[in-house]
């Protein structure tokens, strides 16, 4: 989605309006950016075990466990993934959301 900075060409737009979409400009980017940046402050990590390889197993017992730990393994981790995923199309969602109010506001100016 593109951010639309001004409909109108720069001479029908008097000096006082312009000084005002200037500064909206400017603070919608501010408020952007720093949300951006804020986001990227904390890195979430998964809490996912990832389970010990024996190097030998004693018995079948022992190999069952070590494969449904495995599967725990890989469920915790598609888990996280899923809810980053997720994440980041509730950001991409809410930034579509912002600059397509910018651009219906820009174009009522």
Known sequence: ?????????ASE???????????????????????????DSVQPSHDC???IIPYEFEDAYEREQFLSDVEEYKSCMLEFVEEQ???VRKHNSAT?????EWNVFIKSV
């Open 13 to 39: 737009i008097s000096g006082r309006t312009a000084a005002f979409l200037h500064m909206r400009t400017l603070l919608l980017l501010l408020a952007l950016f720093s949300s951006f940046a804020n986001a």
């Open 49 to 51: 075990s990832e389970p």
């Open 1 to 9: 989605m593109r951010l639309a900075l001004s409909p109108r060409p």
């Open 85 to 87: 995923r997720d994440a």
């Open 96 to 100: 579509d959301d912002a600059i397509e």
